[in-house]
């Protein structure tokens, strides 16, 4: 997907501010969730655009998540820098943290056509066999219900024309051809999930 020179800037900007807490090593674990919630938010729930909330995710979801970054499989700068010298002991903790913390809706009103339309989509394309019938997610699967709206539309359409590296295949699969309005439709409809 590509990112605009604004989103680059910004990103370029909060690898340098946040460069001092996350490169702290060896760095306790207080440190570390610092770093995290610098940018998902201190309870997991992300107020900046493009980053996902992590309160509420699978451990085993965010803990692959954790390992695919720290082994360069999925690369942000920003990300691998936040993991670099992370242990497995490490990963598993803060994956814990953030998977015991309640994860909360998108803010904002809920427009009742786009909700019905994409609750119907997600139906019709049987999303809830994975991510189970209420979008919290299992495992492996991450929690969609209450995620950013944003987010949700970005990571389809990159998954539908363009997957990452270190991404589960079968998503590409289940979006081949969903049209934006679709994904959209969808997203407005998870985000506002409890």
Request: net charge positive.
């Amino acid at each position: 997907m590509k990112q605009t020179a604004g989103r680059r800037a910004w990103l370029a900007a909060l690898f340098i501010l946040a460069g001092p807490v996350f490169g702290q090593q060896p760095g306790s674990l207080a440190e570390r969730l610092k770093g995290c919630a610098a940018c998902h938010g201190a309870d997991g729930n992300s107020q900046m655009s493009g980053v996902p909330s992590i309160a509420g995710q699978p451990k085993v979801f965010l803990e692959n998540q954790l390992v695919l970054t720290r082994e360069g499989v999925r690369s942000t700068a920003v990300m691998q820098n936040a993991v670099r010298g992370l242990s497995d002991k490490e990963i598993i903790a803060i994956a814990s943290h953030f998977a015991a913390l309640p994860a909360r809706a998108a803010p904002g009103e809920a427009d009742a056509a786009l909700v019905k339309r994409g609750r119907q989509i997600a139906g019709k394309f049987r999303c809830g066999i994975c991510h189970l019938k209420d979008f919290r997610g299992q495992q492996q699967i991450p929690r969609l219900a209450g995620q950013r709206e944003e987010y949700l539309v970005s990571t389809m359409i990159a998954f539908r024309d363009n997957p990452p590296p270190g991404v589960d295949t079968q998503m590409s699969a289940a979006l081949y051809g969903v049209s934006d309005a679709d994904i959209r439709a969808m997203a407005h409809y998870l985000s506002r999930l409890r």
